[in-house]
């Protein structure tokens, strides 16, 4: 289960633990797995594995309790370590890179500190995809331990929910 996927948090230090070995919905929407973006990078799983969100809503927000490790100029991907040291990417919609930040908002910078549901960015999906781009928001474990597949329940989910996620050899 997730205490597998998440086992390296034991034993540390945090101040809280509530959302210790636990993923919540980045958005609102429906969770796919990454076969179905229509992405090969993403769908091949060359960042890593992970699941995707259709999203519904625009407020973006964090998986995971972690420190932002990146937040890229276009204001389109988010890079989460968490305490246990899992990175975890946050890609918002595909293609997006080429809209140099139009439409998106960051409420998050590098180096700060978040709470799994805590807001990340703001998008507005009806731009996105007036500009020809798809909405997904996959979500990539970049360095899971090599030759373990992840599992989500898919479906319809509501941000900052929790997702039930495990891996698997």
Do not use: W
């Not at 796919?32 to 992970?50: H, Y």
């Not at 969100?53 to 407020?59: A, C, E, R, S, V």
């Not at 990539?140 to 373990?148: A, F, H, M």
């Amino acid at each position: 289960m997730l205490k597998n996927l998440f086992g390296m948090f034991k034993g540390e230090a945090n101040e809280s633990t509530q959302n210790e070995g636990k993923v919540f919905a980045t958005q609102t929407g429906k969770v796919v797995d990454l076969s179905e973006v229509p992405d090969p990078v993403f769908a091949g799983k060359m960042l890593g594995e992970g699941f995707a969100i259709l999203p519904t809503d625009g407020k973006v927000y964090s998986p995971v309790d972690g420190e932002i490790v990146s937040v890229a100029p276009t204001l389109h991907a988010y890079g989460i370590r968490t305490a246990s040291g899992l990175e975890f990417l946050v890609h918002i919609g595909l293609e997006t890179v080429k809209l140099n930040g139009e439409g998106f908002k960051a409420a998050v910078k590098q180096g700060k500190k978040v709470k799994a549901g805590e807001l990340l960015a703001e998008v507005d999906l009806a731009f996105i995809e007036s500009k020809g781009c798809k909405t997904f928001t996959p979500v990539i474990i970049t360095n899971l331990e090599e030759g373990k597949k992840v599992k989500v329940t898919l479906g319809d989910v509501v941000a900052k929910e929790s997702i039930a996620m495990e891996y698997d050899k």
